[in-house]
C-alpha cells in the first residue's frame, strides 16, 4: 500500500509509517543526511536520509540518484518547521526505481529550450499547476452544461466546409481529394438540435492563423454548444452562469494551484454574473475616447480588447456586431438588418475573446441570400441548408476557447502555457 504525498503532509500521519513512490524534485547532502524532497501528482515531501537509519546500499543509491529519479520512499512521518511542507519522512529505506539522466532543465533557460523539452517541462511545477487548473476548466464546462440538460454529442474533424471563413483553413489530402480540419464542430452541432434539443461538445478546432500573437493556436480545444429555442439573449445567459460556475470551481478547488502561479483570486471573485452588455457601435465609441484608431465596421483587435478589457473587472459582451465582420450564419438583427444578433465575451485584465456566439438564420430565404453574397455554393452546403427546410426552429449557440479561458482564469501571460503541446505556425514539436 502506497500513500499519496497530499496524505503524508498532514497531521495524521505524523508518527506513522508511510510509504510512497515518486520523482526527485530536489535534493542535497550534508555528510551523512542526504535530503531528498520528492513529489508525486498530489505535491512535494521531504524524505530525510541518514546514513544509520538505512542500509549501506540504500544509503548509496540516496547519494547517487539524480533529479528525476523515480523512486520509492519508506519510513516514518515527523513534522519539522524546517522542511518545505512542516512534515518530512525519516527514510528507512530507500529505493531507486529507475536512476535519471543528468536532467536537462535546469534553473534559468530560454523559452525556446523549454519548448523543445516540452514532454520534461510539463513536470515543473508551474506547468503541473497549469493542468490542474486546466482540469476543472474542462470539468466545470461538462458539470455545467449537463447540469442544464445538454446533451454531449462528437462531430467530425475532416469536413469538407468551412465556417468561418475559407482564409484560414486548413486543408488536407484526402485519398485525391482536399478535405478540411475544421474551424468549429457548430453546424454539426445545430443538425443535432432537432432531435436533442441542447447539445454541446469539446474538441479540437483548426485555424490556419497566420497571426502570431499571444492568444493563438493552430489547434485549441473548444467548447461549443448549441440549443433549439433560444435567443441571443438566452444564450449570454446561459453562458455568463457558466462562466461563473467554471471560475468559482477554479477557485474553490485550485487554491493551491492558484497560489504557485501568484494568480491574484480577488480579481476572479469578481466575475460574477450578470456581466456587462455594450453594442457594438459604443464599444467604437469608447476605443475613441481612450485614443484607439477604430472605425465602424472594423473587427476589434487583440489590442483593441486589451486595453477596452483592462477598464473592466469582470467579462463583458459585446453585441450586435456590423453583418460584414461576422460569418454568414449570424442572423441580422430584425430591427435593423445591417447588425447581427451576436456577441462576444471578452474576459478582464486585457485577456480578450474567450466566446463567439449568437444567433442562427433559420429563415431559409435568409440564408441563401448570405451565403451567395459570400460566394458560397449551395450544394456544398446542402445539409446545412436542409436544416431550414425541414421544421426550422429560432436557435442559438456559443464557441468557448477553453485554452484561452484558461490562460486567463490562470493569469497566464501567453496562451502557449495553456496547454501540454501548443500548436503555432512555428511548432508542431514535441
Ligand atoms: O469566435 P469563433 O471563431 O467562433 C466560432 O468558431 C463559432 N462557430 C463558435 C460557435 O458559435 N459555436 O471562435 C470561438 C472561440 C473564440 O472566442 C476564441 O476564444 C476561440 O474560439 N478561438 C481560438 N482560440 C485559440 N486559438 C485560436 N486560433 C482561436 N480562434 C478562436
Ligand atoms: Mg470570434
Redesign the pocket.
Known amino acids: 500500500m502506497y500513500q499519496r504525498i497530499e496524505e503524508v503532509n498532514s497531521e495524521d500521519s505524523v508518527g506513522k509509517k508511510v510509504k510512497v513512490r515518486g520523482w526527485i524534485y530536489r535534493k542535497r547532502r550534508s555528510g551523512k543526511i542526504v535530503f531528498i524532497i520528492v513529489r508525486d501528482s498530489t505535491g512535494i515531501v521531504q524524505s530525510i536520509v541518514e546514513k544509520n537509519s538505512v542500509s549501506n546500499d540504500d544509503f548509496k543509491s540516496a547519494v547517487k540518484a539524480g533529479i528525476e529519479s523515480s523512486v520509492i520512499v519508506e519510513g516514518i512521518v515527523e513534522k519539522d518547521e524546517r522542511s518545505p511542507t512542516g512534515y518530512e519522512i525519516k527514510t528507512t529505506s530507500f529505493n531507486v526505481v529507475s536512476y535519471a539522466e543528468p536532467f536537462p532543465i535546469t534553473e534559468y533557460q530560454s523559452d525556446e529550450l523549454l519548448m523543445n523539452l516540452r514532454h520534461l517541462w510539463l513536470r515543473s511545477r508551474k506547468m503541473t499547476a497549469i493542468m490542474k487548473i486546466r482540469d476543472t476548466v474542462f470539468k466545470g464546462f461538462h458539470e455545467f452544461l449537463r447540469g442544464e440538460g445538454f446533451y454531449e454529442v462528437h462531430c467530425p474533424m475532416f469536413v469538407s466546409t468551412a465556417?468561418?471563413g475559407g482564409s484560414t483553413l486548413f486543408e488536407v489530402p484526402y485519398f485525391g481529394r482536399k478535405v478540411y480540419l475544421t474551424?468549429?464542430s457548430?453546424f454539426y452541432l445545430e443538425t443535432m438540435i432537432f432531435s436533442l434539443e441542447k447539445v454541446y461538445t469539446v474538441a479540437p478546432?483548426f485555424?490556419a492563423?497566420k497571426s502570431r500573437t499571444r492568444?493563438?493556436?493552430?489547434e485549441?480545444w473548444?467548447g461549443?454548444a448549441e440549443a433549439a429555442w433560444f435567443s441571443n439573449e438566452d444564450m449570454m445567459k446561459l453562458e455568463e452562469r457558466m462562466i461563473e460556475h467554471i471560475v468559482e470551481l477554479v477557485i474553490r478547488e485550485r487554491k493551491n494551484e492558484l497560489d504557485i502561479l501568484g494568480r491574484d483570486v480577488e480579481s476572479l471573485k469578481n466575475v460574477q454574473a450578470p456581466f456587462e452588455r455594450i453594442r457594438y457601435d459604443k464599444i467604437v465609441d469608447i476605443a475613441t475616447e481612450i485614443g484607439i484608431d477604430m472605425e465602424y465596421g472594423e473587427d476589434l483587435g487583440a489590442d483593441e480588447e486589451r486595453e477596452i478589457t483592462k477598464r473592466f473587472n469582470a467579462p463583458v459582451f459585446i453585441t450586435h456586431f456590423p453583418a460584414e465582420i461576422k460569418p454568414f450564419y449570424h442572423r441580422p438583427d430584425p430591427e435593423n438588418p445591417s447588425v447581427v444578433l451576436c456577441h462576444?465575451m471578452l474576459a478582464p485584465e486585457g485577456y480578450g475573446?474567450?466566446?463567439?456566439?449568437g444567433e442562427r438564420i433559420y429563415e431559409i430565404e435568409v440564408l441563401r441570400k448570405r451565403l451567395a453574397d459570400e460566394g458560397w455554393k449551395e450544394e456544398d452546403y446542402y445539409w446545412y441548408v436542409d436544416l431550414r427546410k425541414y421544421g426550422s426552429v429560432p436557435h442559438a449557440?456559443?464557441?468557448?476557447?477553453m485554452?484561452?479561458a484558461v490562460m486567463w482564469i490562470a493569469g497566464l501571460d501567453h496562451?502557449k502555457y495553456a496547454i501540454p503541446y501548443p500548436r503555432t505556425i512555428r511548432r508542431v514539436t514535441p
Open positions: 465556417v468561418e474551424q468549429s457548430q478546432s485555424r492563423e492568444r493563438h493556436l493552430t485549441y473548444h461549443e462576444d475573446e474567450i466566446i463567439g456566439g449557440g456559443f464557441g468557448l476557447g485554452d484561452r496562451i
